[in-house]
Protein backbone atom coordinates (compact mmCIF):
# COMPACT_ATOMS: atom_id res chain seq x y z
CA UNK A 1 0.00 0.00 0.00
CA UNK A 2 1.26 3.30 -1.35
CA UNK A 3 1.72 6.08 1.87
CA UNK A 4 3.23 9.29 2.03
CA UNK A 5 3.76 11.37 5.09
CA UNK A 6 4.48 14.93 5.11
CA UNK A 7 5.95 17.12 7.64
CA UNK A 8 8.23 20.63 7.52
CA UNK A 9 5.37 22.72 7.73
CA UNK A 10 4.99 25.43 9.97
CA UNK A 11 4.02 29.63 11.02
CA UNK A 12 6.24 32.31 8.80
CA UNK A 13 6.58 35.77 7.97
CA UNK A 14 6.50 36.97 4.64
CA UNK A 15 9.45 36.80 2.55
CA UNK A 16 10.74 33.55 4.77
CA UNK A 17 11.28 30.30 3.78
CA UNK A 18 10.09 26.73 5.01
CA UNK A 19 11.33 23.11 3.31
CA UNK A 20 8.29 20.46 3.24
CA UNK A 21 9.57 17.00 3.14
CA UNK A 22 7.16 13.81 1.59
CA UNK A 23 8.52 10.20 2.55
CA UNK A 24 7.18 7.57 0.55
CA UNK A 25 6.26 4.01 1.30
CA UNK A 26 5.16 0.78 -0.30
CA UNK A 27 6.36 2.54 -3.63
CA UNK A 28 9.62 3.43 -5.55
CA UNK A 29 10.54 6.55 -7.64
CA UNK A 30 10.93 4.05 -10.48
CA UNK A 31 7.40 4.02 -11.51
CA UNK A 32 5.89 6.62 -9.62
CA UNK A 33 5.70 10.51 -9.34
CA UNK A 34 5.34 12.72 -6.30
CA UNK A 35 3.09 16.02 -6.14
CA UNK A 36 2.31 18.91 -3.88
CA UNK A 37 -1.19 19.95 -3.50
CA UNK A 38 -2.39 22.41 -1.23
CA UNK A 39 -5.67 23.57 0.28
CA UNK A 40 -6.55 26.78 1.75
CA UNK A 41 -9.37 27.45 4.04
CA UNK A 42 -12.69 27.98 1.94
CA UNK A 43 -10.72 26.77 -1.28
CA UNK A 44 -10.55 24.24 -3.47
CA UNK A 45 -7.55 22.15 -3.74
CA UNK A 46 -4.83 22.95 -6.20
CA UNK A 47 -1.56 21.49 -7.54
CA UNK A 48 1.66 23.22 -6.45
CA UNK A 49 4.32 21.39 -8.24
CA UNK A 50 5.31 17.77 -9.36
CA UNK A 51 8.44 15.82 -10.16
CA UNK A 52 8.03 12.81 -12.27
CA UNK A 53 9.21 9.18 -11.75
CA UNK A 54 13.20 8.87 -11.98
CA UNK A 55 13.72 12.75 -11.74
CA UNK A 56 13.13 13.01 -15.57
CA UNK A 57 11.21 16.36 -15.09
CA UNK A 58 9.22 18.90 -12.78
CA UNK A 59 6.41 21.54 -13.18
CA UNK A 60 5.26 23.96 -10.95
CA UNK A 61 2.11 26.25 -10.56
CA UNK A 62 2.46 29.82 -12.33
CA UNK A 63 1.75 31.07 -8.67
CA UNK A 64 4.77 29.65 -7.02
CA UNK A 65 7.65 29.87 -9.89
CA UNK A 66 10.65 30.80 -9.51
CA UNK A 67 9.73 30.86 -5.55
CA UNK A 68 9.37 27.46 -5.49
CA UNK A 69 11.69 24.12 -6.02
CA UNK A 70 10.76 20.71 -5.99
CA UNK A 71 13.75 17.73 -5.68
CA UNK A 72 13.98 14.38 -4.50
CA UNK A 73 16.46 11.78 -2.69
CA UNK A 74 15.89 8.20 -3.78
CA UNK A 75 18.03 6.68 -1.09
CA UNK A 76 15.79 8.37 1.37
CA UNK A 77 12.65 7.67 -0.51
CA UNK A 78 11.68 11.66 0.17
CA UNK A 79 10.48 14.27 -1.73
CA UNK A 80 11.46 17.92 -0.87
CA UNK A 81 9.59 21.53 -1.45
CA UNK A 82 11.68 24.21 -0.81
CA UNK A 83 9.32 27.08 -0.65
CA UNK A 84 11.22 31.08 -0.47
CA UNK A 85 9.99 34.16 -0.44
CA UNK A 86 6.73 33.22 1.20
CA UNK A 87 3.51 34.92 0.38
CA UNK A 88 0.36 35.22 2.77
CA UNK A 89 -1.59 33.66 -0.24
CA UNK A 90 0.74 30.49 0.14
CA UNK A 91 -1.21 29.51 3.44
CA UNK A 92 -2.92 26.58 3.80
CA UNK A 93 -2.43 22.13 4.50
CA UNK A 94 -0.04 21.21 2.40
CA UNK A 95 -0.88 17.64 0.83
CA UNK A 96 1.90 15.23 -1.14
CA UNK A 97 0.59 12.24 -3.12
CA UNK A 98 2.03 9.68 -5.27
CA UNK A 99 1.06 8.73 -9.21
CA UNK A 100 1.51 6.08 -10.69
CA UNK A 101 2.85 7.18 -14.19
CA UNK A 102 6.04 8.39 -15.39
CA UNK A 103 5.24 11.96 -16.10
CA UNK A 104 3.39 14.19 -13.65
CA UNK A 105 0.54 17.02 -13.78
CA UNK A 106 -0.89 19.71 -10.85
CA UNK A 107 -3.90 20.09 -13.26
CA UNK A 108 -5.56 17.19 -11.16
CA UNK A 109 -4.86 15.42 -8.16
CA UNK A 110 -7.20 12.53 -8.86
CA UNK A 111 -4.47 10.50 -10.00
CA UNK A 112 -2.65 10.56 -6.74
CA UNK A 113 -2.70 8.07 -4.09
CA UNK A 114 -1.35 7.70 -0.98
CA UNK A 115 -2.09 11.09 0.86
CA UNK A 116 -0.68 11.72 3.86
CA UNK A 117 -2.30 13.88 7.16
CA UNK A 118 -0.96 17.31 5.35
CA UNK A 119 1.47 19.76 7.12
CA UNK A 120 0.08 23.38 7.64
CA UNK A 121 1.71 26.41 6.17
CA UNK A 122 0.86 29.98 7.45
CA UNK A 123 2.43 33.01 6.39
CA UNK A 124 1.96 36.14 8.09
CA UNK A 125 1.39 39.45 6.81
Known amino acids: EVQLVESGGGLVQTGGSLRLSCTLH????????IGWFRQAPGKEREGVSC????????SYADSVKGRFKISSDDAKMTVYLQMDNLKPEDTGVYYCGADYAFGCTIESGTTYVGWGQGTQVSVSS
Open 26 to 33: GATFDDHS
Open 51 to 58: ISSRNLGT
